[in-house]
Nanobody, 130 residues
């Protein structure tokens, strides 16, 4: 059983930075592509970023490209989401997700949709105040 635990959320001001962490249990961290999603009040869960199993490839939603960075630390079994230049529209609950097949070359699960992932964390709240 894989468990994902997010941390690092909080209340920040416009323009501030925040780093979210997602600790993954188990010895197979390197075999999972990892994604970050978010759900704002009254909206559907949306894709934010994805990193490949090796950590060498990433993809981002247009709304966060250039401001957010996803990365994997295999030694710590942790995936990070560095968020800079935060905006009020970034306010949401942020979830990390893991899947062994998503975002793999040639695989139909491209890692951009919630349905592409098997394992999910409980979420962490990020609030950006203006």
């Amino acid at each position: 059983q894989v468990q994902l635990v997010e941390s690092g959320g909080g209340l920040v001001q416009v323009g501030d930075s925040l780093r979210l962490s997602c600790a993954v249990s188990g010895r197979t961290f390197s075999t999972y592509a990892m994604g970050w999603f978010r759900r704002a009040p009254g909206k559907e869960r949306e894709f934010v970023a994805v990193v490949s199993r090796s950590g060498g490839n990433t993809d981002y939603a247009d709304s966060v490209k250039g401001r957010f960075t996803i990365s994997k630390d295999h030694a710590k079994n942790t995936v990070y989401l560095q968020m800079n230049s935060l905006k009020p529209e970034d306010t949401a609950v942020y979830y990390c997700a893991a899947d062994p097949l998503a975002y793999s070359s040639g695989h139909p699960r491209r890692g951009l949709r919630p349905d592409d992932y098997v394992y999910w964390g409980q979420g962490t709240q990020v609030t950006v105040s203006s």
